[in-house]
């Protein structure tokens, strides 16, 4: 199985940690070296008027490349930094297999509105870099994917 195959995507936890706290400096540079050259990177992009404190729709983007990835990260950047925005990820959860990452985690309303929710897959390649990236994004009501997660861990069925 190309997954199990021996890799140095073992920490591909840190680094993903890394590529999110570059994200949040607005180092998209730093963000961007996690990447291969070649990588593929879907994203949720918002749509449409941002409205504080309301859903927002959303639809998937696919950029090829460290070039079109680039270009997307600092959409966002310059939008999240027009809306005042303060952008700070949160990991809840992390999990590693093979060379595949998933994420669980949050961007918390700096004001207690709506938190953003996401779930990021990443694939590594065998020198450790991220070749595919896939994340989803949503608004949902303050801590609820915390609580959930809580209760999951807290109760294990």
Do not use: W
């Not at 570059?22 to 730093?30: M, R, S």
Request: charge should be negative; charged fraction near 25%; hydrophobic fraction near 45%.
């Amino acid at each position: 199985n190309r997954d199990d195959e021996h890799t140095e995507a073992s920490d591909g936890p840190r680094r993903l940690r890394g590529y999110y706290a570059a994200l949040d400096a607005g180092n998209i540079e730093a963000a961007l070296a996690v990447f291969a050259l070649e990588a593929v990177y879907v994203r949720a992009e918002k749509v449409g008027v941002v409205v504080a404190d309301q859903a927002t729709a959303r639809q998937l983007v696919v950029s090829r490349g460290r070039d079109e990835i680039r270009d997307f990260m600092q959409r966002q950047d310059d939008a999240a930094r027009a809306r005042g925005a303060a952008i700070r990820h949160e990991i809840l959860a992390i999990t590693y297999i093979g060379r595949r990452c998933f994420v669980d985690g949050v961007v918390p309303s700096p004001d207690g509105a709506l938190d953003v929710v996401f779930f990021a897959h990443a694939v590594f390649d065998t020198v450790g870099l991220v070749r595919y990236y896939a994340a989803v994004a949503n608004e949902s009501p303050p801590n609820l994917l915390a609580k959930l997660l809580a209760a999951d861990i807290d109760h294990d069925h």
